[in-house]
């Protein structure tokens, strides 16, 4: 086959932008320790959250100096925690969120920031952010899931350390 | 001289039928798209904000299957014959297929629309991506395997129609459009696979309640293993065209054919093993199978960026055959009043800036930001939006002379109309991406939230409001001005010595200059199948591993309490 000079120049230069690439998104996953959504947690039932100690009370914790876990529950068409209380957390803290469903697949999208996750039932999305100055956020589903997806909204708000309190020790 | 209508007048009829079927499709997803653009914006909501979705069922679906592939149909059918200077082997075959996938449409479309209508108890909200539990009417699972069913026949049509050219000419190369029409037909029965399993063995009979639940992520992951490669179903018949047409009617040929024949087998081989990229956000599915379709799917721009580099050059020659010079101005030379060339012209610049959005949902981790927002509906107008539907409209002005024998109506409209669609979609797509990386989501009635609002980079959410309502409003005034055009050029009549002899591209590197190995299409459904298997075996066995093959379940929605119902749920805890 006689290829021209031409494209066999084009092939090269093809060839050297999608190793580029690979690399680079390699590098953001491996170097920079940019975790992705996976299948560290294990499956749940969806119709029994209540029976599960993170979901039948959905909640804020405390887990370590300023490391907090938050279980939400998505479902049609609400964050528990989110929707009806706000999700609150202190300033400069570490922040993982575990979120399930109990009905169809929603999404748990803190919108202009890159936390973001699919929620499929059976399975638990888990999601760790680094939080900084206070800000209040919105909570999104982008996940088409039935008549009232676009009412699916919550709030999560990151406050000032001396205005924290966790639910439990109200 | 002679036309393809002479040539082939049998084709020519089924041919005709695909595409007035495919341009109903059309209409009507235009018209819903403006509705979706008016809604959206709170300019103006026709329907209750509960039943956008099934607008928006109706255009995902209408534009993305039946226009698509109707379409394609139509021009593959063109391109074998045309190729092979051969008729099929047996026409009422051919209308067999098309017939059913008539038929699985139209079933398809009882429930939705039926959900708009009130007093209609069935309905089909669940978008083209019906993700269970998300549940339809089990009409529209029928339908849509019915019309899957009747792809496969027509992909069977073309390779039996190739199969007797084979027979008449033991020795030819096969040539270059047959050659495309057969490695996209390998391909689909491929990557088709998933959906109609995803389809006929869950789905339908869960929709009956035969089955009491469904495997969220194993159908979701069966449903995006056919979601990715369904958009090389539409841009390989695009690329075809661009191949085999576009440099004929530059003036020139095609730059080399034994690289369309490397990038077709490409496209075989990497299109369907990337699946997951469309997953990299769903729990339960491993970092490093969402590691392997993300390396497949870079490996897959190779082949688009060798037809980008095969059209271009082409194109120039094209132009310097019809007296272009100098370093750029050859472009001044190119035939920019017909809209078959400059349509297509404009789809191809569109790609390359749609290549630059995808690289960027390609890439894992920087696809968390714009995952489900408007920037991902930005990005496939520029694709299957534009790429696509403006390259099969432009070859419209072409084709339709072919197949009916009838000049087009005004080729001064057609120019206009393709403009107007490229301007359109440039402030459309613009508008649309913007909005995503502020956190717009898509598919949703009202993207106005109580609590916060987006503040996008740039400007203001008025502003991309109104980029979406004007960009949409000149799309849908593109669209009629096409269907127009058709209609009034249908209603005159046969002008056989005004139109052009039907033809495609010679090539200056021809077919004789690659090796055999290439037109080896066994050797290469067969690594095909491999690397499927090796990509797709281990996630979805862990994936059965993990919830099982009918479990975790969830609720379906909408809840139907049907009698039916309730019968077969003693039978669902059986096969449970
Ligand atoms: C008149 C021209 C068009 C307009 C105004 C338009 C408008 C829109 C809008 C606003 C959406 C997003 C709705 C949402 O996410 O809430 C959308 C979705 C979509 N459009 Fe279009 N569109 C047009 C033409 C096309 C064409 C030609 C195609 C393909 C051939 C297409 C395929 C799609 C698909 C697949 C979706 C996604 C549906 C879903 O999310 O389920 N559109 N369109
Ligand atoms: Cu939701
Ligand atoms: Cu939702």
């Known amino acids: 086959m006689n290829i021209h000079a031409y494209e066999k120049l084009w092939l090269a230069a093809s060839l050297v932008l999608i190793v580029l690439f690979i690399g680079s998104v390699t590098y953001g996953a491996v170097g920079a320790g940019i975790a992705m959504v996976d299948d560290a947690e294990g499956v749940i039932d969806p119709d029994a959250l209540d029976e599960d100690d993170r979901f039948a009370d959905p909640r804020v914790e405390e887990v370590g100096e300023n490391e907090y876990e938050v279980y939400v529950v998505a479902g049609q068409f609400f964050f528990d925690p989110g929707t009806f209380e706000p999700i609150e957390v202190p300033e400069h803290s570490q922040v993982t969120f575990y979120v399930t469903s109990p009905d169809v697949i929603h999404s748990f999208s803190i919108p202009g920031t890159n936390a973001n996750t699919m929620v499929i039932p059976g399975e638990v999305a888990s999601m760790t952010v680094e939080v900084g100055d206070p800000q209040e956020y919105g909570i999104v589903c982008n996940e088409f899931c039935g008549g009232g997806h676009h009412d699916m909204e919550g709030e999560f708000h990151v406050v000032p350390e001396d205005e924290f309190t966790l639910e439990a020790d109200e | ?576």
């Open chain 2, 1 to 576: 001289m002679t036309t393809y209508i002479e040539r082939f007048p049998a084709e020519a009829r089924v041919i005709r039928s695909t595409f007035f079927t495919a341009f109903i499709a059309l209409g009507i997803g235009a018209l819903f798209g403006l509705l979706q653009v008016l809604h959206r914006t709170d300019v103006h909501r026709l329907v209750d904000s509960a039943d956008y979705y099934h607008i928006l069922t109706i255009h995902g679906v209408l534009l993305a299957l039946t226009f698509t592939i109707f379409f394609l149909a139509g021009v593959f059918t063109w391109g074998l014959t045309t190729s092979l200077d051969r008729g099929v082997v047996d026409v009422r075959f051919t209308w067999a297929w098309y017939g059913l996938m008539v038929g699985g449409t139209a079933l398809a479309a009882i429930p939705m629309f039926g959900g708009l209508i009130d007093g209609i108890d069935m309905s089909a909200g669940v978008l083209f991506t019906f993700y269970a539990p998300l549940q339809a009417h089990p009409l529209f699972y029928l339908g849509l395997a019915l019309f899957i069913i009747g792809t496969w026949l027509a992909g069977a049509d073309w390779i039996w129609t190739y199969l007797a050219w084979r027979r008449e000419n033991p020795d030819e190369r096969i040539p270059l459009p047959t050659f495309m029409v057969l490695t996209t037909t390998l391909f689909w029965y491929l990557s088709s696979l998933g959906v109609a399993i995803a389809v006929v063995v869950f789905l339908l009979p869960w929709s009956l309640g035969l089955l009491e639940q469904v495997n969220p992520l194993l159908t979701r992951t069966l449903f995006w293993y056919f979601g990715h490669p369904v958009v090389y179903f539409w841009l390989m018949p695009t690329y075809m065209l661009w191949y085999v047409l576009l440099p004929k009617v530059a003036g020139g040929k095609l730059f080399s054919d034994p690289l369309a024949r490397v990038v077709f087998v490409l496209f075989l081989l990497l299109s369907t093993p990337t699946g997951i990229h469309h997953q990299y956000l769903d729990p339960g599915i491993a970092e490093g199978f969402k590691f392997i379709a993300m390396t497949n799917t870079m490996f897959l721009l190779l082949p688009s960026l060798l037809t980008a580099f095969t059209v271009v050059a082409s194109v120039e020659h094209g132009a310097r055959q019809r007296g272009g010079t100098g370093y750029l101005g050859w472009l001044g030379a190119l035939p920019w009043r017909d809209p078959v060339f400059t349509g297509m012209a404009l789809a191809g610049l569109m790609f390359a800036a749609a290549g630059f959005s995808g690289m960027v949902n390609a890439g894992m981790n920087i696809n968390y930001l714009v995952h489900n927002t408007f920037w991902i509906v930005g990005h496939f107008h520029l694709t299957v939006g534009t790429a696509v539907a403006l390259t099969f409209m432009a070859v419209t002005y072409w084709l339709l002379p072919q197949i009916t024998g009838k000049p087009i109506w005004s080729r001064s409209v057609g120019l206009a109309q393709v403009v107007t669609w490229f301007v359109g979609m440039t402030l459309m797509s613009n508008a649309m991406h913007r909005g995503g990386l502020s956190g717009v989501p898509r598919r949703t009635a009202e993207p106005q939230y109580e609590n916060f609002d987006f503040t996008p980079a740039f400007g203001t959410m008025a502003e991309l409001d109104a980029g979406v309502v004007i960009g949409g409003s000149l799309l849908f005034l593109s669209a009629v001005l096409f269907l127009g055009n058709v209609f009034v050029s249908l209603t005159g009549g046969k002008d056989l010595t005004s139109i052009p002899e039907n033809a495609y591209a010679e090539a200056l590197s021809g077919a004789e200059d690659g090796p055999l190995i290439l037109d080896n299409l066994k050797l290469w459904l067969v690594i095909a199948v491999l690397l499927v298997v090796l990509t797709y075996a281990l996630p979805i066995g862990a994936i059965i591993d993990r919830g099982g093959l009918l479990g975790p379940g969830g609720s379906p929605y909408p809840l139907v309490v049907e009698s039916g119902r309730a019968i077969s749920i003693g039978l669902g805890e059986v096969v449970a």
